[in-house]
């Protein structure tokens, strides 16, 4: 096996385990704001008082959307990663020409 059979390998795992990062924050993503924000407004349904289900909705918007935030940051992070493990393929392809 070549350095550069290596080096792609190495460079292969990197990107797997950066996807697979990439799959968790995506599903925390979209997925978990929503059970949140359900969570916290089923919590209230019970009340008929007007004043808590409003403050159960605001409650749950806020959490939903600090959540939505930390993830999309999280996000933005892998892609970043994604776009530097491509430099470094792309450099190493013009290293085996």
Not at 1 to 18: A, H
Not at 72 to 81: G, M, T, V
Not at 82 to 90: G, H, M
């Amino acid at each position: 096996m070549s350095k550069w059979e290596i080096e792609k390998n190495k460079l292969d795992m990197e990107y797997q385990k950066i996807m697979q990062k990439y799959q968790v924050i995506l599903t925390g993503l979209y997925g978990i704001p929503g059970v949140v924000f359900g969570f916290v407004l089923s919590q209230n349904l019970g009340f008929m008082n007007l004043q808590t289900l409003l403050g159960g909705l605001m409650m749950g918007s806020i959490a939903a959307f600090s959540l939505w935030i930390i993830f999309n940051q999280l996000e933005e992070n892998i892609e970043k990663e994604i776009l530097s493990l491509k430099k470094k393929v792309d450099s190493l392809d013009k290293k085996k020409k």
